[in-house]
């Protein structure tokens, strides 16, 4: 391991210790909202350093699957994870498995897509944590006209929104750390990177609305890194 391996590492430790610690203080004074998408949205941020790491398997062993582990037990009530505050964040809404399928899905990106297809994958985790935390929120707040299952017009937008300008963004630095020498996977898609993530927000937006409950944290950020893939990224 190297020294960017160790640093990034513990900025990803810190990254899912603060969107715990903020959910938590959240609730604290307002038990009424969503915390959950807090942390849905919060953790999603470890895109902007994860590709510091040399190697996948730092990513697999010291990241996704002691996260995989932690969440897989928070699903059950029978142990001390499940009992507490994850098992509660596990069974919020009745997306039991949701979260697992988000550290899942984090799995699969590293699997196969690191290192070529880095920003790719990270397009693809912010579809899943932006996009559709951004979703949820304008949903609850703003959805009145309904659409498919259960889904409302204004949630999809928000998906649209948020993927889109979280997509923007994520280019943006992928293209500065390409041009300083730091990443050395693909930027340049068959379209201008705008066409592209507006695309990509349509697509998140779809998958969002047809995709029953939790399995969407599996679906959109798959397909989404799958398209960009094809699409040149």
């Known amino acids: 391991m190297l020294v960017q391996d160790y640093i990034g590492l513990l900025l990803v ?13 959240v609730e604290h004074f307002r038990n ?6 807090i942390v849905h949205i919060g ?7 994860w590709w510091m790491f040399s190697e996948g398997w730092i990513m697999l062993v010291f990241f996704a699957v002691p996260f995989a582990l932690i969440l897989f037990l928070a699903m059950f009530r029978n142990n001390l994870v499940g009992k507490g505050k994850l098992g509660e ?3 919020e809404k009745g ?10 899905s984090i799995a699969v990106m590293i699997l196969f897509f690191f290192p070529d297809h880095w920003l790719a994958a990270s397009i693809g ?5 932006y996009g559709d935390g951004m ?8 959805g009145k006209h309904r659409i498919i299952n259960g889904k409302s017009l204004e949630g999809s937008f928000g998906v649209f929104i948020g993927t889109f300008l979280a997509a923007l963004l994520i280019s943006a630095l992928y293209i500065w750390l390409s041009s300083t020498g730091h990443y050395v996977g693909d930027v340049n898609a068959l379209f201008p990177i705008w066409l592209i993530c507006i695309l990509i927000g349509l697509w998140a937006s779809l998958m969002e ?12 950020p798959i397909s989404t890194a799958v398209i960009l893939v094809l699409l040149g990224l």
């Not at 430790?13 to 203080?25: D, K, Q, R, T």
């Not at 985790?125 to 944590?129: D, F, G, L």
């Not at 979703?135 to 703003?142: A, L, Y």
């Open 95 to 104: 997306h039991t498995t949701g979260l697992f399928f988000y550290v899942i």
């Open 125 to 129: 985790i912010v579809a899943m944590t």
């Open 135 to 142: 979703g949820s929120v304008i949903g609850k707040r703003f």
């Open 209 to 220: 609305a047809v995709c029953p409950g939790e399995y969407d944290n599996l679906v959109i």
């Open 43 to 49: 953790v999603g941020n470890f895109v902007l350093v």
């Open 13 to 25: 430790y810190l990254i899912i210790v603060l969107s715990l610690g903020l959910a938590l203080l």
């Open 89 to 91: 964040l596990t069974s």
């Open 32 to 37: 009424d909202l969503n915390v959950r998408k």
